[in-house]
């Protein structure tokens, strides 16, 4: 495109314009027409086409998003939600804590290195521009078949891009997920978290009010990477025939970013800003347009200050481009000296590019000609909202109608510890440590627990030991069984994980991963995925705080399975008194907490075993998920347990294996006699955990479990170096250490 002006525009009504190659429907270009009452310039094309992208303006999840704060639970804790760069929560002491999960879904493909990386970087200063200081990233990952060879393309380079951005910036990597499954084999899930902490005062929002207030750019340069970038690209499926939804994939620099980061935190200790957003999806016309539309007044920007690295980008470029570690500030004129003095000081270019107006417009300048004059809230806020249509897909019937109950099941008890070995070995089940042994874990010092851990804690005030906990889970399987309890499901085993060190669960992010929304099946699956988190979270009492919506995450007509990825985050008084999850002291007794039913739908055990995908998800209740994590919070509080392990993926086996792993302490255990033992060792039914209970605590734990009515069953003890099922069979920790830990480095050698 070439330089339009508005009043070129004006002139010119019937010149054709390439909104169907920018991702625009027909009817979408004729409503930004009516909207300027002409037709848009190349700047404005620009502009609409990025901002109302599927990855921006959430066109098609709006209808259903509105449960989160139609439901959402009475919580005094919640300082800020839906709507800002972040949700931020109190959790005491003057104390706020923000977070948020994001995608890099689509980029991470393309370029696994710098998509991972950048999706890092993005959420980082998410969580940087609500104020806050970056404490901790997670990274839930998922990916093709462990076996495929395009895997050991993405995941090495994904883990790298991770590895080396957080690293370099010195953020601790402390927990995620990595899932592998042929689902997502061509449209690998990579969802990035941050953690940042502030005090109550310093949260800072995106809006620019008060005219005559500057609009400063500071950060990276403007490049030609990443132009219409994840806007463009998580907007719609992957179909090689259409190069132009294959757009460049930002490229990131963590130095600069850490600079970035220090220079804002100083230039917010001396109270320089009125507004402030970060540039991510959209770039400069995210920026400009949501600081404008979120203020009092309009805006005024000249876009030919913006300093670039590449001198030939146009201006629809520069407002389209997507590169990394750029920040946008409202600044007060008496103040624009001293934070331009700071930047210099970091070695961070700042540029005054514009001013808060006391109009109603958004209005760019290109070397004095007008290119951009538009209502802010339309490019930002009022962008289509669609109610797809959806349907219930007419093979779901069939598929839960396939129960995995009914499939073939061991018949010995060396079958039984074959399939055991099976599953602990098999790549969702293995250890992960080649992937997270590549991250820095400890980095600042704050770090109280990492992976494998049930979930990350870092440690907020050093004096006290005030700290928090986050989690992060999600089961596409569940999901595709059914959405509304597979949402459910992700949820709780957030929840009970958080819970399980100790935390009491305060509030939740999710991210959720979806085909295409245009496929009435898809959007059925997301409209009862949504439904379920609502619902959930009310139960629950934790507000949705913020989140990501990525659909179209398909290959042709393949959609990957619905996969909502919650995130839990809890405070923790003290976390000298966390609970781990490592059996580490023999002559502990092991207590089951819940009921095991025959719940073997979407399993582990049926996926490694029988390549087997039907019939119901385990059975949600939600209530009993509170009861159960305030047992295991009063448990660590009081010291009453000393670890504990919640049961999810790979059912009981799976844990008690874990937990002995982590501690290098076997377990003897007992099979009650009213269960059938592999019931027993692979049943994935939800509200459950394994506790480690010191003798002398026993009868003060049961008393207390019996008195609240949470089913307390004493399964075993810690004990030897060998894990024995009594009456089945017997696995000594070197075999199962072997088995778990060999998997993963022989499938990426």
Same mark, same amino acid.
């Given at each position: 495109?070439?330089?339009?002006?508005?009043?070129?525009?004006?002139?010119?009504?019937?010149?054709?314009?390439?909104?169907?190659?920018?991702?625009?429907?027909?009817?979408?270009?004729?409503?930004?027409?009516?909207?300027?009452?002409?037709?848009?310039?190349?700047?404005?094309?620009?502009?609409?086409?990025?901002?109302?992208?599927?990855?921006?303006?959430?066109?098609?999840?709006?209808?259903?998003?509105?449960?989160?704060?139609?439901?959402?639970?009475?919580?005094?804790?919640?300082?800020?939600?839906?709507?800002?760069?972040?949700?931020?929560?109190?959790?005491?002491?003057?104390?706020?804590?923000?977070?948020?999960?994001?995608?890099?879904?689509?980029?991470?493909?393309?370029?696994?290195?710098?998509?991972?990386?950048?999706?890092?970087?993005?959420?980082?200063?998410?969580?940087?521009?609500?104020?806050?200081?970056?404490?901790?990233?997670?990274?839930?990952?998922?990916?093709?078949?462990?076996?495929?060879?395009?895997?050991?393309?993405?995941?090495?380079?994904?883990?790298?891009?991770?590895?080396?951005?957080?690293?370099?910036?010195?953020?601790?990597?402390?927990?995620?997920?990595?899932?592998?499954?042929?689902?997502?084999?061509?449209?690998?899930?990579?969802?990035?978290?941050?953690?940042?902490?502030?005090?109550?005062?310093?949260?800072?929002?995106?809006?620019?009010?008060?005219?005559?207030?500057?609009?400063?750019?500071?950060?990276?340069?403007?490049?030609?990477?990443?132009?219409?970038?994840?806007?463009?690209?998580?907007?719609?499926?992957?179909?090689?025939?259409?190069?132009?939804?294959?757009?460049?994939?930002?490229?990131?620099?963590?130095?600069?970013?850490?600079?970035?980061?220090?220079?804002?935190?100083?230039?917010?200790?001396?109270?320089?800003?009125?507004?402030?957003?970060?540039?991510?999806?959209?770039?400069?016309?995210?920026?400009?347009?949501?600081?404008?539309?979120?203020?009092?007044?309009?805006?005024?920007?000249?876009?030919?200050?913006?300093?670039?690295?590449?001198?030939?980008?146009?201006?629809?470029?520069?407002?389209?481009?997507?590169?990394?570690?750029?920040?946008?500030?409202?600044?007060?004129?008496?103040?624009?000296?001293?934070?331009?003095?700071?930047?210099?000081?970091?070695?961070?270019?700042?540029?005054?590019?514009?001013?808060?107006?006391?109009?109603?417009?958004?209005?760019?300048?290109?070397?004095?000609?007008?290119?951009?004059?538009?209502?802010?809230?339309?490019?930002?806020?009022?962008?289509?909202?669609?109610?797809?249509?959806?349907?219930?897909?007419?093979?779901?019937?069939?598929?839960?109608?396939?129960?995995?109950?009914?499939?073939?099941?061991?018949?010995?008890?060396?079958?039984?510890?074959?399939?055991?070995?099976?599953?602990?070995?098999?790549?969702?089940?293995?250890?992960?440590?080649?992937?997270?042994?590549?991250?820095?874990?400890?980095?600042?010092?704050?770090?109280?627990?990492?992976?494998?851990?049930?979930?990350?804690?870092?440690?907020?005030?050093?004096?006290?030991?005030?700290?928090?906990? *986050?989690?992060? #889970?999600? +089961?596409? !399987?569940?999901?595709?069984?059914?959405?509304?309890? =597979?949402?459910? %499901?992700? @949820?709780?085993?957030?929840?009970?994980?958080?819970?399980?060190?100790?935390?009491?669960?305060?509030?939740?992010?999710?991210?959720?991963?979806?085909?295409?929304?245009?496929?009435?099946?898809?959007?059925?699956?997301?409209?009862?995925?949504?439904?379920?988190?609502?619902?959930?979270?009310?139960?629950?009492?934790?507000?949705?705080?913020?989140?990501?919506?990525?659909?179209?995450?398909?290959?042709?007509?393949?959609?990957?399975?619905?996969?909502?990825?919650?995130?839990?985050?809890? *405070?923790?008084? #003290?976390? +000298?008194? !966390?609970?781990?999850?490592?059996?580490?002291?023999? =002559?502990?007794? %092991?207590? @089951?907490?819940?009921?095991?039913?025959?719940?073997?739908?979407?399993?582990?055990?049926?996926?490694?075993?029988?390549?087997?995908?039907?019939?119901?998800?385990?059975?949600?209740?939600?209530?009993?998920?509170?009861?159960?994590?305030?047992?295991?919070?009063?448990?660590?509080?009081?010291?009453?347990?000393?670890?504990?392990?919640?049961?999810?993926?790979?059912?009981?086996?799976?844990?008690?294996?874990?937990?002995?792993?982590?501690?290098?302490?076997?377990?003897?255990?007992?099979?009650?006699?009213?269960?059938?033992?592999?019931?027993?060792?692979?049943?994935?039914?939800?509200?459950?955990?394994?506790?480690?209970?010191?003798?002398?605590?026993?009868?003060?734990?049961?008393?207390?479990?019996?008195?609240?009515?949470?089913?307390?069953?004493?399964?075993?003890?810690?004990?030897?170096?060998?894990?024995?099922?009594?009456?089945?069979?017997?696995?000594?920790?070197?075999?199962?250490?072997?088995?778990?830990?060999?998997?993963?480095?022989?499938?990426?050698?």
């Amino acid at each position: 495109m070439t330089l339009d002006t508005v009043k070129h525009a004006n002139e010119t009504p019937d010149v054709d314009q390439p909104w169907a190659e920018l991702g625009l429907k027909q009817d979408e270009y004729e409503r930004i027409r009516a909207i300027l009452g002409r037709r848009p310039t190349g700047a404005e094309l620009a502009m609409y086409s990025v901002m109302w992208s599927e990855h921006c303006s959430y066109k098609s999840s709006k209808v259903h998003l509105r449960q989160f704060g139609e439901k959402a639970p009475e919580n005094d804790a919640l300082l800020v939600g839906i709507g800002e760069n972040a949700g931020v929560v109190d959790v005491g002491q003057g104390y706020a804590v923000t977070f948020k999960v994001e995608s890099h879904n689509h980029p991470s493909y393309i370029e696994p290195y710098q998509g991972a990386a950048t999706g890092v970087g993005g959420i980082v200063r998410d969580i940087l521009a609500m104020g806050a200081r970056p404490v901790a990233v997670m990274d839930p990952l998922r990916f093709g078949a462990a076996d495929h060879p395009d895997t050991k393309r993405v995941l090495p380079g994904v883990v790298a891009g991770i590895g080396g951005y957080g690293n370099c910036l010195g953020l601790p990597n402390i927990g995620g997920e990595v899932v592998f499954d042929s689902c997502y084999q061509g449209n690998p899930l990579v969802n990035a978290l941050c953690v940042g902490v502030m005090k109550h005062e310093d949260i800072h929002l995106a809006k620019a009010s008060g005219a005559g207030n500057k609009v400063i750019l500071y950060g990276a340069r403007t490049g030609g990477d990443g132009i219409g970038g994840v806007s463009v690209l998580a907007s719609e499926t992957f179909d090689d025939s259409k190069p132009t939804k294959r757009p460049a994939v930002q490229v990131g620099d963590p130095f600069q970013e850490k600079l970035l980061i220090e220079c804002t935190l100083e230039i917010f200790r001396e109270d320089l800003v009125d507004g402030i957003q970060d540039l991510g999806g959209a770039g400069l016309s995210c920026a400009t347009s949501e600081l404008a539309s979120a203020g009092s007044g309009g805006m005024r920007v000249e876009l030919d200050r913006v300093h670039l690295r590449d001198a030939t980008l146009s201006p629809e470029e520069i407002l389209m481009s997507e590169s990394q570690e750029r920040m946008c500030a409202i600044v007060e004129p008496g103040k624009v000296d001293r934070f331009l003095e700071i930047c210099e000081k970091w070695d961070v270019i700042a540029t005054v590019i514009g001013e808060v107006t006391d109009g109603e417009r958004l209005e760019i300048f290109w070397h004095g000609e007008q290119i951009v004059d538009v209502p802010p809230r339309t490019v930002a806020h009022e962008g289509p909202v669609y109610e797809r249509p959806y349907a219930r897909p007419d093979w779901q019937d069939a598929l839960q109608a396939d129960d995995a109950n009914k499939l073939a099941r061991p018949e010995t008890a060396e079958e039984l510890r074959a399939q055991v070995l099976k599953v602990i070995s098999s790549p969702n089940q293995a250890s992960k440590s080649w992937i997270t042994d590549q991250y820095d874990r400890f980095v600042q010092g704050n770090t109280v627990l990492a992976q494998p851990e049930d979930s990350g804690m870092v440690r907020v005030d050093e004096d006290t030991n005030l700290g928090v906990a *986050v989690a992060t #889970d999600g +089961n596409g !399987r569940y999901a595709k069984l059914d959405p509304y309890a =597979g949402a459910q %499901l992700a @949820l709780a085993e957030s929840y009970r994980n958080v819970a399980a060190t100790g935390a009491r669960p305060l509030a939740i992010s999710n991210c959720l991963n979806f085909g295409s929304p245009e496929d009435p099946a898809v959007m059925w699956q997301f409209a009862e995925a949504t439904r379920g988190l609502a619902d959930g979270c009310l139960t629950l009492g934790t507000p949705v705080t913020g989140g990501n919506v990525s659909l179209y995450n398909q290959t042709g007509e393949t959609a990957i399975h619905p996969t909502p990825v919650v995130a839990v985050l809890g *405070v923790i008084d #003290d976390v +000298n008194r !966390r609970t781990p999850m490592a059996f580490s002291d023999e =002559g502990h007794l %092991l207590y @089951l907490l819940g009921d095991t039913k025959e719940e073997l739908g979407g399993s582990a055990w049926s996926q490694v075993v029988h390549d087997h995908l039907g019939g119901l998800p385990p059975a949600v209740d939600l209530d009993r998920e509170k009861l159960l994590a305030e047992i295991l919070i009063a448990a660590s509080r009081d010291g009453m347990i000393d670890a504990a392990h919640d049961l999810s993926d790979g059912g009981l086996i799976q844990a008690v294996a874990e937990s002995c792993l982590r501690g290098g302490k076997g377990a003897r255990i007992i099979v009650p006699d009213d269960m059938d033992p592999f019931v027993f060792l692979f049943s994935e039914s939800a509200g459950r955990a394994v506790v480690a209970v010191p003798r002398s605590e026993e009868l003060r734990f049961n008393d207390m479990c019996g008195a609240r009515g949470l089913p307390a069953t004493r399964i075993g003890v810690v004990d030897g170096e060998t894990i024995d099922v009594q009456g089945q069979f017997a696995i000594p920790l070197t075999e199962l250490r072997q088995a778990h830990e060999a998997t993963i480095p022989a499938l990426l050698a």
